[in-house]
């Protein structure tokens, strides 16, 4: 649904301060394998995708990358509002409902966000799904060209392909042509922001990591993760301050 450089991107340009170090992560149990599947998505992106987006952004009006934003936004909605019900989150899932039907009439086919005047937007799919009702997350997984996952998120993706208006469009070539739209537009957002992770970054790869499983973790629990007790004894295990002199 995403290639790996949108999905990287919008992870790391909404999250910051992430750990930079190479030290084993036990959500990475094979890391060897992420690494190169990682490289691999990278050098796509610098070859293909990037450039392509360069070429887009030149010319496309803001406006009319605007509208297309919106266009997707609203397809997606289709999903949210079925895993806010999956969840049992009732109220949301009408407001969500009422985005697509608000936005898919008086918005123009979603290309015109009508409905956030008054109706927020939330981010649900059905990895969170699975994490809501406990599923655990498993294993970090680096997939090839769709980018960071983990084994609940992977299932999760494939399940809400079956409900999407976008994979769901036939002829193929126009559901092909709208996969591809999606991406360069999304890749096109995210050419301002990545000169600052390129800089700042020493292992782009565990930043990534760590950012993806971090913020997921938020989005299973809307922004209240629990509490990790091993946090704890990381700021224990820190030596004290000095006490200054009086």
């Given at each position: 649904?995403?290639?790996?450089?949108?999905?990287?991107?919008?992870?790391?340009?909404?999250?910051?301060?992430?750990?930079?170090?190479?030290?084993?992560?036990?959500?990475?149990?094979?890391?060897?394998?992420?690494?190169?599947?990682?490289?691999?998505?990278?050098?796509?992106?610098?070859?293909?995708?990037?450039?392509?987006?360069?070429?887009?952004?030149?010319?496309?009006?803001?406006?009319g990358q605007t509208l297309v934003t919106n266009f997707f936004s609203n397809l997606d909605d289709v999903i949210v509002t079925a895993n806010d019900l999956l969840q049992l989150k009732f109220?949301?899932?009408?407001?969500?409902?009422?985005?697509?039907?608000?936005?898919?009439?008086?918005?123009?086919?979603?290309?015109?966000?009508?409905?956030?005047?008054?109706l927020e937007k939330h981010n649900e799919d059905l990895g969170q799904t699975l994490g809501y009702w406990g599923v655990k997350s498993g294993p970090y997984i680096m997939l090839p060209l769709l980018g960071p996952s983990s084994f609940r998120d992977s299932i999760g993706l494939l399940g809400d392909s079956q409900i999407s208006p976008v994979s769901n469009t036939y002829p193929v070539r126009t559901r092909n042509q709208l996969y591809v739209t999606r991406?360069?537009?999304?890749?096109?957002?995210?050419?301002?922001?990545?000169?600052?992770?390129?800089?700042?970054?020493?292992?782009?790869?565990?930043?990534?990591?760590?950012?993806?499983?971090?913020?997921?973790?938020?989005?299973?629990?809307?922004?209240?993760p629990p509490h990790d007790p091993l946090e704890d004894e990381r700021l224990d295990d820190e030596p004290a301050a000095p006490t200054p002199p009086k």
């Amino acid at each position: 649904m995403k290639t790996i450089p949108l999905l990287i991107l919008v992870i790391t340009a909404s999250l910051t301060g992430c750990a930079n170090t190479r030290a084993a992560n036990p959500a990475d149990p094979i890391e060897g394998f992420n690494r190169g599947v990682y490289r691999f998505n990278d050098t796509l992106d610098k070859a293909v995708a990037k450039p392509v987006a360069q070429g887009y952004d030149k010319i496309m009006p803001k406006t009319g990358q605007t509208l297309v934003t919106n266009f997707f936004s609203n397809l997606d909605d289709v999903i949210v509002t079925a895993n806010d019900l999956l969840q049992l989150k009732f109220i949301q899932a009408l407001s969500d409902g009422m985005r697509v039907l608000v936005n898919s009439t008086i918005g123009v086919g979603g290309l015109v966000d009508v409905a956030s005047m008054n109706l927020e937007k939330h981010n649900e799919d059905l990895g969170q799904t699975l994490g809501y009702w406990g599923v655990k997350s498993g294993p970090y997984i680096m997939l090839p060209l769709l980018g960071p996952s983990s084994f609940r998120d992977s299932i999760g993706l494939l399940g809400d392909s079956q409900i999407s208006p976008v994979s769901n469009t036939y002829p193929v070539r126009t559901r092909n042509q709208l996969y591809v739209t999606r991406a360069v537009n999304l890749r096109t957002q995210l050419l301002s922001g990545e000169s600052v992770m390129e800089d700042a970054i020493i292992d782009r790869y565990a930043f990534i990591r760590d950012a993806y499983l971090q913020r997921r973790e938020n989005l299973v629990y809307d922004g209240n993760p629990p509490h990790d007790p091993l946090e704890d004894e990381r700021l224990d295990d820190e030596p004290a301050a000095p006490t200054p002199p009086k």
